[in-house]
């Protein structure tokens, strides 16, 4: 069987409240050669008779449930896999988010036309209650190795991490799951994953089309380290995992082999927000 065009992945526990709206937004893509598969990870709310309910009024959706509850890197790796299986371009879509309704056909059309690149990502509309912020990623990030080769390394990686649910080429599969569990917790490992993408050009950022992201799900709370012992230690592997990214860029000197360490430590102190000792 042919693969399709392009797969969305919904990776769904408990999504009840929220998910109808984020598959109704899919459905209403100006792009509708898709696949979207609901990922039931053995709900206990009514998650699996809703999706049943939609997939019945929407052909091009489909549930697969998982036979067991799998924990959240799990089951975002099972998604990744089928989606990566299934489709030529696949994402994964939290239940709780949403995009503009261009969202699939201007990312589709990025990869299309640059065959070099493995995601295509847009700005970030983070969403707490009525507030809004349009997040878009510094001018450094997406010439990050042009100013590499001249020895210019920007202070901070900074790019949204919502770019993870961005729209990937199915071969981007390997580079993803190759860095899926180094962390070995959920808080920030998107960040982690996608900052291979940014350091090695593969990223296609397209303006217009935008995710929305809706804050306030409690990921910090839930996954986020509280002692100090385990945030310097959950800084420290995320900065030495993304420090040898430079394996894969041209050797370089001393000097800018610092700076590239220093950048990913400032890095890493944004995306977990972990403060030590209230300097660094």
Known sequence: MPKSKVVVVFPIYNGAKTMEKSLQCIADQDWTDFRAIILENQSTDETLEIANRFCAKDSRFSVVRNERHLGMLDNMAKAARIGAEEGEFFCLRACDDESSVDFLSKLVAALENDPTKLLAACATRRIRGDVT?????????????????????????????EWFYGLYRSSAIEILLRRWYDLGTPWCFASYVVAEFVVRDLVAYVEGPTYDFYEGSGSEQKYGATKFREKLRQRMIYTLGCYRLKESLPRTTLPVRIRLFVMFWNDARRKTRYKLLWIF
């Open 133 to 161: 912020r349009l997040l878009a990623p510094n001018k450094n990030v997406l010439k990050f190795r042009q100013l590499y080769d001249q020895g210019s390394i920007p202070r901070n990686l900074t790019f949204p991490a």
